[in-house]
């Protein structure tokens, strides 16, 4: 069967194999995705409502609190994403001749890669926050005279603690992922480039930023579904008079009012709808990227 | 297909009891001897009657010095002065135990229940009675009932639902401010909101609240609703909508006045006690809260509070509230738990209880002002052990405001966020 020359055989044989898996990964996201969308519509049996309406989706359309809300996420994760890119360019660029040579280099740059957030989050709290290490060192040294005269960085309107966060974790996770493709295609490229005659800016632009673009963009957009929908991170270093969406999903959902529940999936439904854009937009690039490779 | 359909069975039938329950149409059974148990003619009986018994307790789990409190301290002198045995069922949530009891009633085992006795107080306490699922009403037959003080409106009612002898008190806790000393003049204190409005105004920045639905932030918010709508009587009541959104307009302006004034200018608040706490120990504000009524020392100890920490409390009142145990209706070992019940109240178990040593510094549940002899000189011991790091017991009780009920506390929470935290 394994080597059986049917084409039809081994698809129907790999679909089998892979049946268990995509049940797996399928049965309990399809299932949450039906619970929420059925709450979010208003279909709460504990507290005997089943009825269906849109009023929960009618109401946060015209909510102040979720426009701003909804505002402020994106505008976090374009920034940290956007800030995390170029970084990750430079950082990639500027590496890539060192990270084969030097495995100390190869572990920095990937380090934090399996830490959690949460840790990133508290590390930046305790550093950067008003009576953080930062704070303390320059009220030591007599640049500040009192705690309050230290910048603002955690719990702050903009969000940029979060961002902070997210350029931490995500700047080498981007870059890792771009050394890995300069490493395996573009120098026998830029060797000919330069055999040829063509200038450093040349190259970069013929041959380097082209193929780091795939990598660059796809990475870039899990970056930005990511830290869109991340809860733990705006909840430890944001401020609560500017909620990211998912933790005025989490106030609504927490509510011991349980008709607050529909408003939280209501807004997870939207969180939800976003990420998959998201992800269409990443395969579609997937596929320009491997499309390029061949 | 024989377990799932006997289980909707059981469901369905389960919801229907539960809503015969909720209409009171069920009646209590109440045998000979409970009446016997009940009649407070002889406490020697109840006594006989629980030695040998097993009590099988169900309570909070989440904490190794009240387990081990309840265990060492409360199970020896059960076993060696009572021959009791305690069994200490831990819990995530009260609601289990509750559920328990509730699924035994649906069940129609109204005997020989295998809940004997329950940590309990608020919502958990109105649901089991209003399924009539409670033993009772006992707390006063305990001798030991004596040294609590069941005048104290703050005891008989369980957040604003009238306990009827139903639960016993155990301990409590009580909102209290602490103050930095080496900051903050103690002959400048604010001592109510109307005070503490002009020392925010004259200290800029200096401080804040943590957050509502925070617990404690909620109280400060209830607190100030409370002084300026004219104490708390009026609110006993359940919630009018309207008369409620009139009487709590001053309450945000008050807030919105103080706001600018704050930590931060208001922008944002600490959203937790423990981040109001980590402010305060850091210097960045004057004020912070606390509910052990046993004091600070202990978080003083460990670092976490600065050692010239003080806790007070406002001329206007604090909010505190009791927790208690009770008995379900259909309890095995009722005798057993009333012994229980009753040692609990015994002034040595309530001081080892509010020490930082066997117990965890949670508050008194009896009044220190009943205790005599040797008693009394031990706690006059406690409190000037304790010295300025505890607000003494006498000024805590007398400062005491009842907690309200949960649809006020959801109405002052959304409120807060829509005309405080929102509000540009």
């Known amino acids: 069967m394994f080597y059986s020359k049917s084409k039809k055989a081994r698809l129907w044989l790999l679909a089998g194999m892979l049946l268990p898996s995509v049940l797996v990964i399928l049965v309990p996201v399809g299932a949450g995705l039906w619970i929420t969308g059925e709450q979010s519509l208003g279909y709460v049996p504990l507290i005997g409502q089943t009825e269906l309406s849109l009023d929960v989706y009618r109401e946060l359309f015209v909510s102040r609190i979720f426009y701003s809300s909804l505002s402020f996420s994106l505008m976090v994760s374009l920034f940290s994403t956007l800030i995390s890119a170029v970084l990750a360019v430079l950082l990639a660029l500027w590496l890539r001749r060192y990270v084969n040579k030097s495995k100390w280099l190869q572990f920095l740059i990937q380090f934090n890669l399996p830490l959690p957030h949460v840790v990133g989050a508290m590390a930046i709290w305790m550093l950067l926050g008003q009576s953080g290490y930062l704070s303390r060192l320059a009220y030591w040294a007599g640049i500040i005279q009192e705690p309050a005269a230290f910048p603002v960085l955690v719990q702050d309107q903009v969000g940029a603690g979060i961002i902070l966060e997210y350029i931490w974790k995500e700047v080498p996770f981007i870059a890792v992922s771009i050394i890995s493709i300069l490493k395996a295609w573009v120098l026998p490229y830029e060797r000919q480039l330069r055999l040829l005659g063509a200038s450093s800016w040349q190259r970069f632009r013929l041959v380097t930023f082209p193929f780091m673009l795939p990598p660059l963009l796809s990475s870039s957009i899990i970056v930005f579904a990511y830290t869109f929908g991340s809860f733990e991170v705006p909840y430890i270093l944001g401020s609560v008079s500017q909620p990211a969406l998912p933790i005025l999903a989490y106030e609504a959902y927490t509510n011991p009012d349980l008709t607050y529940r529909p408003e939280a999936m209501a807004i997870n439904m939207v969180i939800t709808l976003i990420s998959v854009v998201l992800v269409f937009l990443y395969l579609k690039w997937g596929e320009h990227h491997t499309v390029q490779q061949s | ?424």
Request: proline content about 5%.
């Open chain 2, 1 to 424: 297909m024989k377990k799932p359909m006997a289980a909707l069975i059981l469901w369905l039938s389960a919801a229907m009891v539960l809503s015969s329950c909720s209409s009171g149409s069920l009646e209590v059974v109440r045998s000979a001897e409970d009446a016997s148990l009940l009649s407070g003619s002889s406490w020697e009986q109840v006594v006989d009657e629980a030695k040998g018994q097993q009590v099988n307790w169900y309570l909070w789990g989440g904490s190794d010095v009240i387990n081990s409190y309840v265990d060492q301290t409360v199970g020896r002198v059960l076993k060696d002065e009572y021959g009791v045995t305690l069994k200490r069922i831990p819990v995530n949530d009260t609601a289990e135990a509750v559920n328990k009891v509730l699924n035994e009633k649906q069940a129609g085992r109204h005997e020989e229940g295998s809940v004997d006795l329950i940590w309990i107080n608020g919502e958990n306490f109105n649901t089991l009675k209003q399924a009539e699922a409670l033993f009772g009403p006992f707390a006063e037959i305990l001798p030991n009932a004596q040294y609590v003080d069941y005048s104290n409106p703050a005891i008989q009612k369980d957040f604003g639902n009238d306990t009827e002898g139903m639960e016993s008190v155990w301990g409590s806790a009580q909102f209290q401010f602490v103050y930095n000393a080496s900051t903050v003049d103690p002959d400048e204190l604010p001592r109510s909101y109307e005070e503490l409005k002009v020392w925010i105004q004259n200290n800029p920045g200096r401080f804040t609240y943590n957050a509502p639905p925070d617990f404690i932030g909620t109280r400060f918010v209830k607190q100030l609703f409370y002084e300026l709508s004219g104490g708390y009587e009026q609110w006993e009541k359940p919630l009018d909508q309207a008369e409620f959104k009139k009487a709590v307009e001053p309450v945000w302006s008050y807030l919105n006045e103080i706001k600018p004034h704050l930590w931060r200018g208001g922008e944002t608040y600490p959203k937790s006690i423990a981040e109001l706490q980590t402010l305060f120990n850091n210097n960045e504000v004057d004020f912070t809260f606390v509910q052990d009524l046993g004091g600070i020392q202990a978080e003083i100890n460990k670092g976490r509070m600065p050692e010239t920490a003080r806790p007070y409390v406002f001329r206007t009142g604090t909010i505190g509230d009791y927790h208690y145990v009770a008995i379900p209706y259909n309890a095995k070992h009722k005798a057993a738990a009333m012994v229980t019940a009753n040692l609990l109240l015994e002034p040595e178990m309530q001081f080892k209880k509010m020490g930082t040593q066997e117990g965890w510094g949670d508050g008194l549940g009896i009044h220190p002002a009943k205790l005599e002899g040797e008693a009394a000189s031990q706690y006059k011991q406690i409190q000037s052990d304790a010295g300025e790091t505890a607000v003494p017991a006498e000024v805590l009780l007398k400062h005491k405001l009842p907690d309200l009920s949960p649809a006020y506390n959801q109405a002052l929470e959304e409120g807060w966020r829509k005309h405080v935290l929102f509000q540009k």
